[in-house]
């Protein structure tokens, strides 16, 4: 009985000790650019949802596309119903492993992320240099990508295809801090 | 133990996490006008969008040397929302020399997640000034029929009120309501006729693709009245957004630009003849301020 008592004990504190591992945000920052000779467009995500693990060195992250803002309110409109369609697609997400990853090094650290990126549905391995900070209480990831709009089967009329760039420009930073609601 | 912990996708707990999805239905019409009237949207604050209203018929003259058409009307205007609600705006119409101005107010956005709610819903308000009366070959001096009556300037007025209903049924189609109320102080001046109208419009849009879509309206007129033969207004368009300009294409029996003059006064049904089919074509300029 008593050591039955004492694996359940143990198992419990593993779990514990597992779910400490995962460090979350929740208002991660993700920027788009898309630059052309005849326009610039940007726009800010300040709402996207991240986790990382570092006893398994992987991160996922949730983006809700009709979060973007942007500077132009009509981009906004065009950029939910005629190229992402978002009421279609409310969500892009990405899955990745950070190769490598030593979670506990001081300071910072330049490492690849491979993984898979989810967009309309469409999913594509990528690799993603990034910047790894280990902070107070959590860790600090930003970094950079291209993404090609064909890849996404992202329509742009002709007429408009010197508006929009076929290689859109990602940048994000998240900003992990451990996860409260551990199982 | 860990291994189970593991094989657990992160994906899956992010998932559990509470994401903030509720968001307003965006998009119900491309443009602030289904057609030839308005629709239910008001754009966000800061936006400024310059328009051209154009209307092209021919004469039923057999013969015409006109280039391209016989006749043209046109108005020019420019609308501004003060707020994500509000909007103002004003033009000025070549047929009757008019100066209009109008607000709009959304009172309801359709949202189809969260606290869902049904319909779009915004209020028109909107007035007109004509320098021209379109009384002209109507009204006579009473002593000397050969003269007509100078209309005097109160009597110039005319307002429409609107309350602008519509639904976003699925990605594609859109409809619309809108019970109007039309006050034209020039009706009055005609015997037993009432300067008040009322009038129920129907619109509806179905996009054929991402940038194009199929628009058409109908208003039906509840007293009309008795001194003209008056038809509904009719609509079949076309609207083509590219990036921040709206061509909105359409054939309509419409010939006039302000909205109490084309719902009450119409005076061609809809047909394919000279004289009743007009061909219109709006351009919409968008400039975020």
Redesign the interface.
């Known amino acids: 009985m008593n050591k039955l008592l004492l694996l359940l004990l143990s198992v419990y504190s593993i779990g514990i000790v597992q779910a400490q591992d995962q460090y979350i945000e929740r208002q991660g920052e993700i920027t788009f650019f898309s630059y052309t000779s005849v326009e610039n467009i940007e726009a800010t995500n300040n709402q996207v949802l991240t986790l990382l693990s570092s006893a398994s060195n992987e991160i996922a992250v949730r983006i809700l596309m009709r979060s973007f803002v942007f500077q132009k309110s009509l981009m906004y409109e065009h950029f939910n119903e005629s190229y992402i369609e978002s009421d279609l697609y409310p969500e892009a997400t990405f899955k990745g492993d950070i190769v490598d990853f030593d979670a506990d090094l001081e300071g910072e650290q330049t490492r690849i992320i491979k993984g898979e990126f989810t967009l309309r549905n469409i999913t594509k391995p990528i690799e993603i240099k990034a910047t790894i900070v280990k902070t107070n209480n959590g860790y600090m990831i930003s970094g950079m990508l291209n993404v090609l709009i064909k890849d996404y089967d992202i329509k742009v009329p002709p007429i408009l295809s010197p508006n929009i760039a076929k290689n859109i420009q990602i940048s994000f930073k998240f900003q992990y801090v451990p996860h409260e609601n551990q199982k | 133990?860990?291994q189970v912990?593991?094989a657990q996708?992160?994906?899956d707990?992010?998932?559990a996490?509470p994401?903030?999805?509720q968001?307003n239905t965006?998009?119900t019409f491309k443009g602030t006008r289904i057609s030839i009237g308005h629709s239910v949207e008001t754009?966000?604050?800061?936006?400024l969008e310059i328009s051209t209203v154009n209307r092209f018929w021919n004469t039923p003259e057999e013969e015409s040397q006109s280039f391209a058409a016989d006749k043209w009307n046109s108005r020019i205007g420019v609308d501004y929302a003060i707020s994500d609600r509000f909007t103002i705006g004003t033009g000025y119409g070549t047929g009757y020399r008019s100066v209009d101005v109008f607000g709009k107010y959304r009172l309801f956005y359709q949202r189809d997640t969260g606290n869902k709610f049904p319909f779009s819903i915004t209020l028109f308000q909107g007035g007109v000034y004509r320098g021209k009366s379109s009384l002209k070959g109507k009204l006579y001096e009473e002593d000397d029929p050969t003269t007509m009556v100078e209309i005097s300037a109160e009597n110039k007025f005319a307002t429409t009120t609107q309350l602008l209903i519509s639904r976003k049924i699925s990605?594609n189609f859109s409809l619309q309501i809108a019970p109007t109320y039309v006050y034209r102080a020039e009706d009055k001046l005609i015997e037993d006729n009432s300067p008040h109208h009322f009038s129920l419009g129907f619109g509806g849009r179905y996009k054929v693709s991402?940038?194009l879509s199929i628009v058409s309206e109908y208003y039906y007129v509840a007293n009309p009245v008795d001194f003209i033969d008056t038809f509904g207004a009719f609509a079949l368009g076309a609207n083509w957004?590219?990036?921040?300009l709206l061509l909105q294409f359409k054939l309509t029996n419409a010939r006039n630009v302000v909205e109490d003059k084309f719902i009450i006064k119409t005076e061609n049904n809809f047909n394919f003849r000279n004289g009743n089919l007009h061909f219109g074509f709006q351009a919409t300029y968008?400039i975020?301020l």
């Open positions: 133990m860990i912990i593991h996708d992160l994906l707990v992010l998932e996490e994401i903030d999805q968001q965006i998009a754009r966000k604050k800061g936006a990605r991402n940038h957004e590219v990036s921040d968008f975020q």
